[in-house]
């Protein structure tokens, strides 16, 4: 069912508009709790040490070709994504910019505090749930419509423009992702895979569980 979820939900602390400055406080704080999901899931990933994902593959395959960090061509990146809003439509919010802060903060807290489990499997069930809280943390802070990440605006632009489920629309693009930052050298493991396939049903799970349980 909610495989075929084709738009984000709306529900009562909603924000009318992305570009809202001043927004209800239970939109806000719902906002930056998907965010703070978001960031935890990235960080867990990372620590699950079964690979990153893929856009973190595109960042470090791009680095090892030009002479910038990784951290600088995953902002590069980003502009770039920005950019191609342009052509859909997509207007930035306050959530655009959180989403930089938050999410960072998360991954570093993650990888500071969260110990890599000392066994695969523990691992492997770790990258699972990372993807899932990623999904969920997506859930959250598309709904509160105070503008998505570089990277969800690209995926709920393209839906906008297509009508193609959201789910598709998301694993086609970290699929594409990965494997040109495979291609480059980046970095490859099981749970980027997980990921790459897996966050697009895990973002229309947390939107259609969101969407049910405040509807």
Same mark, same amino acid.
């Given at each position: 069912?909610? +495989?075929? +979820? ?10 009318? $508009? ?5 927004? $209800? ?8 709790? #998907? ?55 997509? $207007? ?56 998505? @990440? ?22 086609? +693009? ?10 480059? @050298?980046?970095?490859? #493991?099981? #749970?980027? +895979? ?22």
């Amino acid at each position: 069912m909610f +495989l075929s +979820l084709k738009n984000i939900p709306k529900v009562s602390w909603s924000s009318e $508009k992305p570009l809202n400055l001043k927004p $209800k406080i239970s939109t806000f704080l719902f906002l930056c709790m #998907g965010l703070t999901l978001f960031g935890l899931g990235e960080g867990l990933l990372i620590v699950s040490f079964t690979g990153a994902s893929p856009w973190t593959v595109l960042a470090q395959g791009i680095s090892l070709n030009v002479d910038f960090s990784i951290g600088t061509v995953t902002l590069f990146i980003s502009l770039a994504v920005l950019f191609f809003w342009i052509f859909l439509s997509q $207007k930035p919010g306050i959530g655009t910019f959180l989403n930089a802060l938050i999410v960072a903060v998360m991954i570093d807290i993650s990888i500071a505090f969260v110990p890599t489990p000392e066994n695969y499997i523990s691992q492997l069930f770790l990258a699972i749930f990372a993807v899932l809280t990623v999904g969920m943390g997506s859930g959250f802070y598309l709904v509160a419509n105070l503008g998505p @990440g570089p990277r969800d605006g690209l995926m709920t632009g393209i839906q906008k423009k297509t009508n193609f489920p959201i789910a598709g629309v998301r694993a086609f +693009l970290e699929i594409t992702v990965v494997s040109i930052g495979w291609y480059l @050298g980046g970095t490859v #493991g099981i #749970g980027t +895979l997980l990921f790459a396939f897996g966050v697009g049903p895990a973002v229309a799970l947390g939107l259609f569980i969101v969407g049910k349980v405040f509807n």
